[in-house]
């Protein structure tokens, strides 16, 4: 067995990425393609195709298999307008009338794009919040989370009123549940935390070592696989003081577990992208308790690493 300094090292690394780059790619060139029912809407720019997740966060381990593809319609979108004045609120709906093009019917559109162009032989697959793309040669696979632009607004002065926030929106099928994210966002945040001003290029390793050790666990069966799933585990890290990375891998997970451990106010903390709290009962949040087993397993993991 390694030393435990080594064994950090080799899971500080990223996964590969040609795969994932070449599987956004593909999908580019599905939603492009001559077949495609919303090639007219990317000409004009109504339609930005960009990749989430630990791919787009270079968060990715080796493990990570699956690309997240987002699709997003911006000349269509959801709002969040329950801080509005009713004066305020009447101005919003005379300038922004109940569109009719929506996302279930982008979405349709969406699929047939991609049954149009990867033919009968690939079964793409609807999922509860994504398309799923199967892997194919030389890519990975994939969901397509379709989604509108999605704006909050605090006030409504007219049309030159600038959102609160904006963000992406989608609805969970068969449930229709209207689900909002922010990934902009995550990876802009992501990014300064790892700039040289704060964490020192120490951050993103430092989420692989904990992710890496995560699925350790998993595969030992000393945690649940559904417990600890990796997103929660970079937003724990994300919350981490920056002053606690940096010296050594070693260094660096003692001084983020005891923070977590003892430091940390579980209420105020966040997920990576600023402005979603990382613990709730909504299904896009992750419980206290199970937080608490993962940093128990990982507990009992560094301290009996040579037993």
């Not at 630990?54 to 911006?74: A, C, F, M, P, Q």
């Not at 069966?221 to 010296?247: H, I, Q, T, W």
Request: glycine content about 6%; hydrophobic content about 35%.
């Amino acid at each position: 067995m390694p030393t435990l300094e080594a064994q950090l090292e080799t899971w500080s690394n990223p996964g590969a990425g040609v795969s994932a780059q070449a599987t956004h790619t593909s999908i580019r060139a599905a939603l492009c393609a001559n077949t495609s029912p919303i090639r007219e809407m990317l000409t004009r720019g109504d339609v930005e195709i960009y990749l989430q997740g630990s791919y787009k966060n270079h968060t990715n381990i080796r493990g990570d298999s699956d690309v997240d593809v987002v699709v997003e319609l911006k000349s269509t979108f959801s709002h969040e307008t329950s801080a509005l004045t009713p004066v305020d609120l009447g101005r919003f709906r005379q300038i922004y009338p109940v569109p009719t093009y929506c996302w279930n019917d982008f979405r349709g559109n969406v699929l047939t794009a991609l049954q149009y162009y990867y033919g009968r032989s690939v079964q793409i697959t609807p999922g509860k919040k994504a398309l799923r793309v199967p892997r194919m040669s030389g890519t990975v696979g994939a969901d397509v989370i379709v989604a509108v632009e999605h704006r909050e607004y605090s006030y409504f002065a007219g049309g030159v009123t600038q959102p609160s926030r904006i963000g992406v929106a989608f609805w969970s099928q068969p449930d229709n549940r209207r689900v909002v994210n922010f990934p902009k966002q995550h990876c802009e945040n992501g990014e300064q935390k790892n700039s040289a001003q704060r964490a020192a290029g120490w951050y993103k390793p430092s989420v692989r070592i904990f992710k890496n050790a995560r699925s350790y666990l998993v595969e030992r069966g000393k945690l649940g696989e559904y417990v600890a799933p990796s997103y929660f585990v970079e937003s724990l890290l994300f919350n981490v003081p920056d002053s606690c990375f940096g010296r050594s891998y070693s260094d660096t997970v003692i001084a983020a577990w005891n923070w977590l451990e003892t430091a940390c106010n579980p209420a105020a903390l966040t997920c990576p992208n600023g402005q979603t709290l990382l613990f709730g009962p909504s299904p896009e949040q992750w419980s206290i308790e199970s937080a608490q087993a993962f940093l128990l397993a990982f507990k009992d993991l560094w301290e009996n690493w040579h037993r």
